[in-house]
């Protein structure tokens, strides 16, 4: 069997779900269009597999054989986080490959939501080391630290990540770090289905663990006190909530991802397109 742009069914989600433990950040809409196309290629340079953009029995077997990406996110949680933050892999290419800033809080943001203004030096080579070369990082360093700027995205705004060097530091790096934030701040997550875990960790990558912050941290609070309870149900309703502290007519973006991690808490992968 070989699929190819143009095929559908279940097969193609088969292919999908495939690829998206390599965190290629597909929808599993069993439609093969470009952004699967653009997967296959970037699966076959991952495992080392040449060929043309096309899933033949070999790269489906090598596929079906990857392990999830992560042991306390499946590749469906591992996709939903990725594409809040990036909306797509086409996204990623277009919109996302250089080094943008997001927002005045925030600093100069490379990759998949990672952002220059919270590592240190170390941390960055360490980080980036494995996937970017030397003269790309020391590019990058004058960013570290500080909220961002019009002047300093000016110094920085040519220096390229490609999507599988952003891919790779998201899994082995950034997860990690936020889902050990996310276990503090709600010590019951493990005990908590795969994709009420994914939806916490989003909403902890996206905000913060911090739950001390007053009134703008209130929902959060309620939610561990809510997990604490073992009234979990309730806990999508908190998402919901959250949405006042965003002015809609301007980010309208972190509202809708408040209401899909609610839909996910509520309904699972299967209503967002991830399984």
Not at 28 to 41: H, K, Q
């Amino acid at each position: 069997m070989v699929l190819k742009r143009g095929d559908k069914g279940e097969s193609v989600k088969g292919l999908q779900r495939g690829l998206n433990k390599l965190g290629l950040l597909l929808l599993v809409d069993g439609d093969f269009g470009s952004g699967t196309e653009a997967a296959v290629a970037d699966a076959r340079m991952a495992l080392k597999r040449p060929g043309p953009p096309q899933a033949d029995d070999a790269l489906l077997a090598a596929l079906s054989q990857l392990p999830e990406p992560s042991a306390e996110l499946t590749a469906a949680g591992v996709s939903f986080i990725g594409r809040e933050e990036v909306t797509s892999p086409a996204a990623y290419r277009q919109r996302y490959r250089f080094p943008t800033w997001p927002t005045k809080p925030s600093g100069i943001t490379i990759g998949i939501g990672y952002d220059l203004a919270f590592p240190n030096e170390a941390e960055l080579r360490a980080d980036w080391g494995d996937v970017l070369p030397g003269p790309t990082i020391e590019r990058l360093i004058p960013a570290l630290g500080t909220r961002g700027s019009e002047a300093l995205l000016a110094q920085v705004r040519d220096v390229e990540v490609p999507l599988p060097a952003a891919v790779s530091v998201f899994l082995k790096r950034m997860l990690p770090k936020h889902i050990a934030i996310t276990r503090t701040a709600y010590p019951t997550l493990d005990a908590l289905p795969p994709a009420r875990r994914t939806a916490l960790i989003s909403l902890v990558f996206n905000r913060g663990g911090d739950l001390s912050g007053g009134d703008r941290r209130r929902e959060m609070k309620r939610i561990r006190e809510l997990l604490a309870a073992g009234d979990l149900d309730a806990v999508a309703e908190q998402f919901e909530a959250m949405v006042r502290h965003w002015d809609p007519t301007k980010e309208r973006g972190v509202i809708e991802r408040r209401r899909r991690e609610a839909t996910l808490w509520r309904e699972g992968f299967a209503a967002l397109q991830l399984v």
